[in-house]
């Protein structure tokens, strides 16, 4: 039933929390998860909480791919949008 309701883009905004979107934006830029620990102030575990949860309710399987749909229907601004073009293995995503 979650599937169905996240194909209208109003109800994927509505899915998504502030704190979410906050995150969102913070992903957008490249942040890694623990970068954006740090700079809310929060664990990591709980910001990899919050990513699973992300990704769950987008229905995607990576980032890029639920920043991309966040971007596209409206949920965070595409002036957000700065993925890197690699990542560096040594940072936890």
Same mark, same amino acid.
């Given at each position: 039933?979650?599937?169905?309701?996240?194909?209208?883009?109003?109800?994927?905004?509505?899915?998504?929390?502030?704190? $979410?979107? $906050?995150?969102?934006?913070?992903?957008?830029?490249?942040?890694?998860?623990?970068?954006?620990?740090?700079?809310?102030?929060?664990?990591?575990?709980?910001? %990899?909480?919050?990513?699973?949860?992300?990704?769950?309710?987008?229905? %995607?399987?990576?980032?890029?791919?639920?920043?991309?749909?966040?971007?596209?229907?409206?949920?965070?601004?595409?002036?957000?949008?700065?993925?890197?073009?690699?990542?560096?293995?040594? %940072?936890?995503?």
């Amino acid at each position: 039933m979650l599937h169905k309701e996240l194909i209208n883009p109003n109800n994927m905004k509505k899915l998504i929390t502030h704190r $979410e979107q $906050e995150i969102l934006k913070l992903m957008a830029q490249g942040m890694s998860s623990k970068n954006i620990a740090n700079e809310l102030g929060v664990s990591f575990h709980t910001i %990899q909480t919050h990513r699973k949860n992300i990704l769950r309710k987008l229905n %995607q399987n990576s980032t890029i791919r639920a920043v991309t749909v966040a971007t596209t229907v409206g949920i965070i601004p595409s002036n957000n949008f700065n993925i890197p073009l690699y990542f560096n293995n040594d %940072q936890q995503y």
